[in-house]
């Protein structure tokens, strides 16, 4: 085998191991399939992800809906199989289970860089990822559902389709093979037709069996746009999201808790208690839960009480924060995600450097942190909009002293999740309450401003970047990123231990790039600020995005070349899918066209989540501020399973991307967050958010999601017109401190 077969080898056996967490699991177990969870009280459950009663064909999703449009997907993969309409189909959260584990998110940490793949190693990557199962990872993220559910519903619709037709066999004495299926019915040579909702008292007993799935030359629901299951519930206001939850006799409460992320000196609630309305104020360590009779007065009592706070165990300031990310440039690197070539050698041609830096970000979900919850001693009950509802129930019974089999867990919809809704404290807190309150189902909303400044942050970050052209093409990229991990942090809090080891998140965006430089390192640098961090929209892409597409954009100047060719020069040798993505763009936008006066493009492009996605944006400078006119974006997500659906995730990607590159910014005093709602955290608006063009191609030959590759290459677009227009070059976000926008 040659030398790169060698390496490969190896990579993989040290993936297995790696990602597994250094457990080792037999080749039965990890290809084993869980039980089924569900017990349906009307009906039969065929797998884990089809029930059939007298209604109809319910399909459980085992990811959660934010937004982005997942249970129609999901939806859509079964009913193609199963021959139902998606608007005919009722979609539910799964509960709890082993059997939603998710493969993909664990395979994504296979150690070969995805655009690189091969078939074989994509194989290895999906073997690898039914570790998942081991550690309960019912999670909703990575842009992982579609790349997960992508054959398992299409598996499991297949599957109720010849159960149900071996019942109907049954029934008309006719054989199985010579039965169809049509519009949510089997079909029989003679016509006659039999709903499946007749057919949920005779599948009972039968056995799923492996089936042949249909090939997508025949495909009739998949690749076209449908309608969205959560569109109805939506749009007239009847769709219950956490925070609609209403349980008979329920009780409302807020918190207030450290500023600090630390601990309380003293409180007093004597004026608060006092408030009529207000039932309880609840001791929790770390801050206060007020009980009362509706959340606006729980809010308002929550103020009145007098808290002296323990001060942060971390850095306090953002002064301190970005010394210890200058200082993270002195430590060894974490790892080193690309290493091609020798960076260290002379390299003829011109030198570029530059030094970029990004804020602490929060989520800013529009919905805000909420749980309810109801104790009644021997049995806990939980409703939370969430990412992982094991997480959620095993943290939760853990708080209140039970085993995890005692406690139910409802996953709502959510206004917004973008990775906040992975980690649990609020759920627990709830439930915590609730454990204060016996019999009495209590609500616990996070005011806004709780929300805000106690966020798990998206780290604030620096990089270092150093570049030569030569004869108008890259020739060497070294770029160094120093950050606080936010990997080891989230997953700490979720596995409930000390994480360590090589965070490859930190260069994200970054060393995974299809760029065919012959000289080209990355290297991550971890610094040591204590702030809470978690996984934000693109984790590491997300600042890598506009790290490393600013940073090419310089070099283009200094290689006098055009920045689109320049880019698509340098990416068509390494992957050709990626390659054409920019040449779409470029097309859509009639780049290097004569524009009007005051107005100029800016390009980008970031290959992250298996998806590569380009964007160009165009601004003008109105005498009243710079306004975005229009984005044009070209993405690539192997298989367009909803064409529609895809560009609402490109458009709302961009725009949740615009906005950080905006206005996002956390900063920190005397340990506490300075940013408390939306009148300091802002975000595009309606008025100043640009047009949008999306085009979708289908050359990446596998499934790959969409629900964060638009957001990476945003920043980056706005800020390569902004130096087109201005001549400045931005190497700091939040844009709006610097130039002149519309805002």
């Known amino acids: 085998m040659s030398r790169i077969g060698k390496i490969a080898r190896r990579t993989f056996l040290f993936g297995a191991v790696a990602v597994t967490g250094g457990a080792a699991f037999g080749y039965y177990k990890l290809v084993e399939t869980p039980p089924n969870p569900l017990k349906p009280t009307e009906g039969v459950a065929l797998n884990p992800y089809v029930i059939v009663d007298g209604n109809g064909v319910t399909v459980v999703a085992p990811r959660a809906e934010m937004g982005q449009g997942i249970s129609t ?102 054989a199985a093979d010579r039965l169809g299926t049509d519009n949510g019915a089997v079909v029989a040579p003679d016509g006659t037709r039999i709903p499946y909702s007749d057919l949920a008292g005779e599948v009972a007993g039968l056995e799923p069996r492996e089936v042949a799935l249909r090939d997508p030359s025949d495909w009739k629901v998949l690749r076209t746009s449908q309608p969205r299951t959560d569109m109805v519930g939506k749009s007239t206001g009847t769709a219950t999201f956490g925070i609609d939850v209403r349980v008979p006799g329920m009780k409302f409460a807020t918190v207030r808790m450290s500023p600090r992320r630390a601990g309380m000196v003293t409180f007093d609630a004597s004026d608060a208690i006092l408030m009529d309305g207000v039932e309880k104020i609840i001791d ?57 070539g020798d960076v260290t050698q002379d390299v003829a041609g011109t030198e570029v450097t530059a030094e970029y830096t990004v804020p602490f970000l929060a989520h800013a979900t529009m919905e805000p942190m909420n749980a309810t919850a109801l104790y009644t001693g021997d049995a806990l009950e939980v409703w939370a909009p969430n990412q992982a509802p094991v997480k959620i129930r095993d943290g939760c019974a853990e708080a209140v002293g039970l085993n995890s089999d005692a406690v139910t867990v ?56 150093r570049g030569v052209v030569d004869g108008g093409k890259p020739v060497l990229l070294d770029a160094k990123v120093s950050s606080p991990s936010a990997t080891h942090q989230a997953i700490g809090r979720m596995m409930g231990m000390n994480m360590s080891g090589p965070d490859a998140e930190i260069t994200a965006g970054m060393h995974d790039q299809p760029f065919a430089i012959p000289n080209y390192r990355t290297t991550a640098h971890i610094a040591d600020i204590g702030v809470p961090m978690g996984f934000w929209r693109s984790v590491g892409a997300s600042y890598n995005g506009f790290f490393t597409d600013c940073f090419i954009d310089e070099m283009a100047v200094a290689a006098g070349a055009d920045p689109l060719q320049f880019r698509l020069d340098m990416v068509r040798p390494e992957h050709e899918p990626s390659a054409k993505v920019i040449e779409a763009v470029a097309e859509m936008s009639n780049w290097g066209s004569a524009l009007p006066a005051g107005t100029a493009r800016g390009v980008a492009f970031t290959y992250s989540f298996g998806t590569p996605v380009a964007q160009v944006m165009e601004i003008a400078e109105t005498g009243s501020g710079i306004k975005m006119n229009k984005v044009w974006i070209a993405c690539d997500p192997g298989i367009a399973l909803d064409p529609r659906n895809i560009e609402a995730q490109m458009t709302g990607g961009c725009i949740y991307g615009l906005s950080a590159a905006l206005h996002g910014r956390i900063t920190f005093e005397d340990g506490e967050a300075q940013q408390y709602n939306f009148p300091d955290y802002d975000a595009v608006r309606m008025y100043n958010t640009p047009a949008f063009e999306v085009r979708i191609l289908e050359n990446a030959g596998r499934v790959s999601g969409v629900g964060e590759p638009g957001t990476p290459p945003a920043a980056a677009a706005l800020a390569n017109a902004l130096f087109a227009l201005t001549g400045k070059r931005a190497r700091s976000l939040p844009l709006s401190e610097e130039y002149a926008l519309i805002i």
């Open 73 to 174: 997907t999901l939806a859509a993969l079964v009913s193609e199989e199963l021959d139902v309409a998606v608007e005919d189909v009722t979609v539910i959260h799964g509960p709890p289970a082993k059997a939603y584990f998710n493969q993909a998110i664990m395979g994504a940490a296979f150690p070969v860089l995805e655009y690189k793949r091969k078939d074989w190693q994509e194989d290895a990557a999906h073997f690898v990822g039914n570790a998942a199962k081991f550690f309960n990872m019912q999670i909703t993220g990575g842009s992982s559902s579609t790349k997960d559910g992508y054959v398992k519903m299409r598996e499991a619709g297949a599957q109720a389709r010849e159960m149900l037709k071996e019942a109907a066999a049954k029934r008309l004495s006719v």
């Open 284 to 340: 929790l360590g770390d801050g206060i839960a007020v009980v009362a009779q509706n959340t606006w007065l729980a809010i308002q009592a929550a103020e009145a009480v007098s808290i002296t706070w323990a001060d942060a165990s971390y850095d306090g300031s953002t002064e301190q924060h970005i010394a210890a990310l200058i200082s993270g440039f002195d430590t060894e690197p974490n790892n080193t995600g690309r290493d091609e």
């Open 410 to 465: 409802h996953t709502t919809l959510m206004g917004g999740g973008f990775g906040r809704r992975g980690e649990f404290d609020y759920a627990v807190i709830a439930a915590r309450v609730a454990h204060e309150m016996p019999d009495v189902p209590v609500q616990v909303t996070w005011s806004r401003e709780e929300d805000m400044r106690h966020d798990y942050y998206r780290p604030a970050a620096m990089a270092r970047m």
